[in-house]
């Protein structure tokens, strides 16, 4: 479960978030929806401990516990996902590469005494998946993210959360760019994910992705608050007027 | 990822596992340096002659490159060489008695194995390599070469041995691309070199495998001055490497090699090295190759140790249609100067040259880029192109770039690019947002940033390359 209480977030000196409670259980679909510049993208960054933010008041809890003080690694083997809004490009080391490394640090914080797993099953894991997600298998030996279109970097992104299995995902505007057919093979991921438990916060500033994710709540964040939240009537509410006027 | 960067990250686990920088600085007892005096004498210059039972030519030449060493000055346009105290070091040393080194494994004796064993040698020979001569001190002590080879004519030996085995091809070569009277460390080693590698392929032979050798400095304040002399055929083909990893000292030591490289018409060479002297050597090699007619010449080098290294493999490319290619990385840390780059002289028509470095500095290091390019008046159509990137990964290291082109010729392409890049916080971030430590999400970059180079080594040295970097990245404040 991620609780988190009163945060109060700043960037130099500067104040982006301004208190904001939210509590998110297994299972649970949130989604937060804002105007640009509301706080959202450092809100999804903070959770998983970008070292940018400086954290003025409040607290985060997973399952429990405080993770303030914890790495952004830590933060992750415990369960946590970030999709990122805009992936990062690195040259020199293939998605196959990068993932096989995240998936063994897992391995390895869940069951140190187990052997990693070894490269062809885990190739092999991976192309299956790919196969879903309707992805070339030839980005699996591409460097991470170089040349990839701003729809196969969002896919990716998930492709790397159904390979981690997080309990708690954060989708960081993960609907934006993409077309209608991505946009389905990405929610279907996120669905069936979420089917297992996992708990998710997704960002975004559009409703299309709603149409296809239903979330559970849905917060409307303005200046660094939530102002409105509400269950599912809301989020069909929101979908026909739009949250600008709230 | 690729099948050969996955058998990477498994193969190095075979081997390296438990594998430390103290594995690399590890020290061997050696007493028997007590009996060489420090410091340069023509008496110790005659003395390394005598000993060797070497003809009247090698004393000769010898003499005649003390002489100059005596009389040209210490370079002063690179880093600053002025505590480097000739007196202070040892010049010549032995770690066995025995002449010719060994044939086989078990004759090594043991502290000397063990030494090696702890550096992998015996799988590295195993797994992938044709032929083995380890260089321990200043002698050869192990040997071995597959039949097939010699049955081939090629010769793969200590150049030591070769002065008696081979003299016509011996003295028809050394030091005829490296002059002694080049500069003071190329006279130096004239004077006072011992031991290294002698490989001559003939004439349209093609060795698949690569060729490989050790070398190892162990001694105090010992200076190692092997000489590797290569002699490839025309329309021969080959691939020699050479590791070189050194125990840490309290004083200085000195490295001055020497490696001379003949590509005959249509051959093509590869050399490769991964050089990792400790951090209180001297490096100041010297390494060139004169490329024949449509014959091609590769350098891939790896420099991550010494204190202060000066290294600028140098491409004659004397026919027309040669060509060579230079790729490099180099790793400056902590109290490093890594002053390293490219030598190549255009002379033939239509000739091509290709320069790759990949600089990489950490807490306080300065790597330097030192490149020049000479096109002649002769050179019609030469096309030389150079890429330079460099990774600074905090705010107290350095980078910098001096490039010197002479262009003779109108008809000349020459191209320079540098590119100066910073461990950045955002991709360190995501890589570990995935549960990837930071110092391993660091290594993953900068292994990632020296990829493009690492991947043209042998499967063995790819991977001794990544650890050495997994090394260097312990401990890193990002």
Sequence with gaps: MLKINNLHVSVDNKPILNGVSLTIRPGEIHAVMGPNGSGKSTLCNVIMGHPKYQITDGDILFNGKSILELEPHERALMGLFLAFQYPKEISGITLEEFLLAAYRAHQKHSNPDKPPILVFRFKKMLRELMEKFKMDEKFAERYLNHGFSGGEKKKSEILQMAILKPKMAILDETDSGLDVDALKIVCDGINQLQSDKMGALIVTHYHRILKHICPDFVHVLKNGKIVKSGGKEFACKLCKTGYENI | MSNESLIKSQGKKAIFAGLKRETFDHKNQSDYIKRFRKGLTRELVEFISKDKNEPDWMLAHRLRAFDHFNNLPIPTWGPDLSALNFDEICFFAKATDKKGGFKSWEEVPEDIKYTFERLGIPEAERAVLAGVGVQYESEAIYH???????????????????????????????????????????????????????????????????????????????????????????????????????????????????????????????????????????????????????????????????????????????????????????????????????????????????????????????????????????????????????????????????????????????????????????????????????????????????????????????????????????????
Excluded at chain 2, 236 to 264: D, M, R, T, W
Excluded at chain 2, 348 to 375: C, E, F, L, P, W
């Design chain 2, 144 to 478: 071995s070469l597959e039949k097939e080879l010699s049955d081939m004519g090629v010769i793969f030996t200590d150049l030591d041995i070769a002065v008696h085995e081979h003299p016509e091809l011996v003295k028809k070569y050394f030091m005829k691309c490296v002059p002694p009277n080049d500069h003071k460390f190329a006279a130096l080693h004239g004077a006072v070199w011992s031991g290294g590698t002698f490989l001559y392929i003939p004439k349209g032979v093609k060795i698949p495998k690569p060729l490989q050798s050790y070398f190892r400095m162990n001694a105090m304040n010992m200076g190692q001055f092997e000489h590797t002399l290569i002699i490839v055929e025309d329309g021969a083909e080959g691939h020699y490497i050479e590791g070189c990893s050194a125990p840490k000292y309290g004083s200085q030591a000195l490295h001055a090699g020497c490696v001379e490289i003949f590509v005959g018409q249509g051959a093509k060479f590869r050399y490769s090295s991964v050089e990792n002297w400790s951090r209180d050597t001297y490096n100041l090699n010297t390494k060139r190759a004169i490329i024949e007619k449509d014959a091609t010449m590769e350098w891939v080098g790896g420099n991550m140790g010494s204190g202060v290294t000066m290294l600028y493999p140098c491409s004659i490319l004397k026919g027309d249609g040669s060509k060579s290619n230079h790729l490099s990385i180099a790793f400056a840390n902590e109290g490093q100067i890594q002053d390293t780059g490219a030598k190549i002289i255009h002379i033939g028509k239509n000739t091509s040259s290709r320069v790759t470095m990949k600089s990489i500095s950490k807490g306080g290091g300065a790597s330097i880029y030192r490149g020049d390019v000479k096109i002649t008046k002769a050179a019609d159509n030469a096309i030389s192109q150079v890429e330079c990137d460099a990774l600074i990964l905090d705010p107290i290291s350095s980078s910098d770039t001096i490039p010197d082109m002479k262009v003779d010729n109108e008809t000349a392409t020459v191209n320079h690019e540098a590119r100066v890049g910073r461990l950045n916080e955002e991709d360190i971030f995501y890589l570990t947002s995935r549960g990837i430590p930071k110092e391993q999400a660091e290594a993953m970059i900068v292994n990632g940033f020296i990829n493009p180079i690492v991947r043209g080594l042998p499967l063995e040295y790819a991977v001794e390359m990544n650890r050495l970097i997994e090394l260097e990245m312990e401990g890193s404040v990002g």
